[in-house]
């Protein structure tokens, strides 16, 4: 799987954003949690995300404004590569937060 992360990420499939860009994010940037609920009520999240879980995304598309850039991040990466990969085949603007939550997290003392 990491290598086809890789790979996406090199022939720009699958755009990247890291923890410390998210601190300059415009306001036209929807922030999205693909984590499952009970994940975010044990853990927290990042102040302002969305919560859709990934295996919920497809019927809750609805929920998502066309008009912004979305950034999308799970625990660990690999549920947000795959969230922005269905979201760029619906038409929507997405990146991955690299290094996902676990990353973000250790950069915030958690």
């Known amino acids: 799987m990491a290598g086809l992360v890789g790979e996406s990420i090199r022939r720009g499939v699958v755009s990247t954003i890291t923890w410390k860009e998210l601190e300059a994010l415009a306001p036209d940037t929807t922030l ?10 044990k853990n927290g999240g990042i102040p302002g995300a969305l919560n859709i879980p990934l295996n919920s995304l497809r019927s809750r598309l609805s929920e998502l404004p066309k008009d912004k850039e979305l950034i999308v991040y799970c625990h660990s990466g690999q549920r947000s590569y795959n969230a922005c990969r269905i979201l760029s085949q619906y038409g ?13 997290g250790a950069s915030q003392g958690r």
């Open 32 to 41: 999205i949690d693909v984590r499952d609920e009970a994940e975010v009520a």
């Open 92 to 104: 929507f603007v997405c990146r991955n937060l690299s290094g996902a939550f676990a990353t973000w």
